[in-house]
């Protein structure tokens, strides 16, 4: 089994709707795309967000421990929310996204056979990188921010014969990594730098026919369309 999935937080809904929208688009895009991409489900997992805020989603959730907080058998997502928020305290500390790795390190041995993290601000734009996302079958690929001159941290592929590596990946506690880059920190076996893509949401950038994807998508930025320049 594929998993697609993604650390996720709403925010305040009294004050901000912006992380909902944010969520919502990520999942209408990629629920049309499963084929394409490749993946059973769509996994995201929750910092402490309000409950009820939540149920809007069209999502099955359930708590950290496996209780039913809303049940939906047969949907594509699946909302796993931690009881307690860890917020991001500064640039290079954000104990929430390594806390949902070790989450993962549990439900690995229940079947999963590969993991596809995209980010909820990142989306894959073109056909051929969705076939060579759908079609890896080994290491821990990640892509490149040109920008930064790192891996992207948001989209990356674990296939099957590198999940023990994912498991074995020491996260002794939460704030471990506080102050340390993930991009840098994280074993990536593989580092693709053949196609388009880059953090080009901090700039507020309009998409182009030539990107393969794009990361850092926030409120501003014009709506990603799927394989925008598409001759008919």
């Not at 894959?124 to 690929?141: A, F, I, N, Q």
């Not at 040109?146 to 939460?174: M, N, Q, T």
């Amino acid at each position: 089994m594929t998993i697609l999935f993604s650390p996720s937080f709403l925010g305040d809904p009294n004050k901000d709707i912006s992380r909902f929208n944010r969520q919502e688009s990520y999942l209408k895009y990629y629920k049309q795309l499963k084929t394409e991409l490749g993946y059973d489900k769509i996994l995201l997992l929750d910092s402490g967000s309000d409950i009820e805020y939540l149920k809007k989603h069209d999502a099955r959730i359930v708590d950290e421990w496996g209780r039913v907080i809303k049940n939906k058998p047969a949907a594509d997502v699946t909302i796993v929310r931690f009881h307690t928020e860890l917020p991001r305290t500064g640039v290079w500390e954000y104990p929430y996204w390594w806390r949902c790795l070790d989450f993962l390190k549990v439900i690995i041995p229940q079947g999963v056979t590969k993991l596809i993290h995209i980010d909820t601000d990142c989306y894959v734009l073109s056909p051929r990188l969705m076939k060579y996302v759908r079609e890896l079958d080994s290491g821990w690929t990640a892509f490149w921010s040109a920008k930064y001159d790192f891996p992207e941290a948001g989209f990356w592929v674990v296939a099957e014969d590198a999940l023990k590596s994912f498991i074995d990946f020491p996260i002794p506690y939460y704030t471990y990594y506080n102050g340390k880059e993930a991009e840098r920190v994280l074993p990536f076996t593989n580092v693709v730098k053949s196609f388009i893509g880059d953090r080009y949401g901090e700039d507020f950038l309009p998409q182009t026919p030539e990107m393969d994807y794009y990361c850092q998508h926030q409120a501003g930025c014009p709506k990603m369309v799927y394989n925008l320049g598409k001759k008919d």
